[in-house]
């Protein structure tokens, strides 16, 4: 795509998160979550912008928000604050198409939590804690044992180790 066409991106949708009725604004965190992985740079200079949305209590669609400033941080490299968006996207992290972008997250959650869970006094963000939940979970659904097993081996969650020996049809192993 050339000049032109991003210019008038830029100054089309990323312009209607300027708007104060929240309609526009919703129909541009729409249109750019759809594109963000092939605008992110365009859409990386109005991050601050869809941070205020997502930080705004009252605005209808935070947790889009936070989905696509999540995804902005992990086009550029930032994991850490792309994990933290992605905890505040609540189910919306589960419906995106780009299968590398929610690994990379699940890998640093897991990384992450592995952090959290060595440091005596971290606090754990509760939905940290659910994600990593919801995935040994899936595992064991999915009849994943290797997988929840080294889920549980990485995070040193014995109990989820013994769930997932325990949950194991003999030889599934």
Not at 57 to 73: D, H, M, N, Q
Not at 144 to 161: C, N, P, S, V
Request: aromatic letters at 8%; hydrophobic letters at 40%; proline letters at 3%.
């Amino acid at each position: 795509m050339n000049c032109p066409e991003r210019c008038a991106l830029k100054a089309g949708i990323l312009a209607l998160l300027d708007e104060t009725q929240d309609e526009l604004r919703m129909f541009a965190l729409e249109r750019l979550n759809e594109i963000t992985d092939t605008f992110w740079p365009e859409i990386a200079d109005s991050i601050q912008k869809i941070e205020r949305l997502e930080e705004d209590g009252s605005f209808p669609k935070r947790e889009l928000a936070a989905l696509l400033v999540s995804k902005v941080y992990f086009h550029l490299g930032s994991y850490l604050d792309s994990l933290t968006y992605a905890l505040r996207s609540g189910p919306m992290l589960h419906q995106d198409p780009n299968q590398l972008y929610i690994d990379t997250i699940k890998v640093h959650a897991i990384d992450h939590y592995i952090k959290l869970r060595a440091q005596k006094d971290a606090k754990m963000d509760p939905r940290l804690e659910t994600l990593l939940n919801n995935m040994f979970r899936r595992c064991i659904e999915d009849q994943q044992y290797r997988h929840a097993i080294g889920i549980a081996l990485e995070t040193h969650r014995m109990d989820w180790f013994r769930e997932a020996i325990m949950t194991s049809v003999s030889g599934m192993l």
